[in-house]
């Protein structure tokens, strides 16, 4: 489990870097024409901007869903696809919430042209990573989530 809190601690900077950076675009940069460009966009919902404007709730929700987590970390044995989902959720959720404590939204700044999409981040991105995997672990491992003895 030590080893592997390294990835929450990796999303979590990575996400605080780009959001740095993003923030101080002047306008949106293509990184790949037709593909993907960075635009910066604040966003005070999550994801796809539900509840937005609902600060409060946001406020309680994600420190509720980092202790659950948290609580499946200290309580379960682990596997490789549940302790990296888990802990790609977990960068994911702090990253974001650190953002919300900071600014009162989250910075979000990956658009990609090709499809009709929301503007993410890359804790977004850990988080539904973290979450595909978490999945694969309940349907194919699922003796990864027996509880610790």
């Known amino acids: 489990m030590k080893k592997s809190i390294w990835i929450a601690v990796l999303v979590l900077v990575l ?3 780009t959001k740095i950076l993003a923030v101080r675009l002047q306008s949106p940069v293509p990184l790949i024409p037709g593909v993907v460009r960075l635009t910066c966009v604040q966003n ?20 509720l869903l980092i202790a659950v987590v ?9 596997g490789p696809w549940s302790r990296t989902g888990l802990m790609l959720a977990l ?4 990253g974001n919430m650190v953002d ?4 009162g939204s989250v910075t979000d700044m990956v658009e990609l042209l090709f499809v009709r999409f929301a503007v993410f981040n890359l804790a977004d991105a850990a988080l539904v990573i973290g979450a595909v995997l978490v999945g694969i672990s309940l349907c194919f491992c699922p003796k990864e989530w027996e509880k610790k003895s």
């Open 44 to 63: 005070t919902g999550v994801a796809f901007s539900l509840l937005a404007g609902h600060s409060r709730l946001l406020g309680l929700i994600t420190p």
């Open 15 to 17: 996400d605080r870097l």
């Open 91 to 94: 960068g994911g959720c702090v």
């Open 100 to 103: 919300r404590i900071l600014s």
């Open 70 to 78: 948290w609580l499946f970390v200290r309580r379960c044995r682990q």
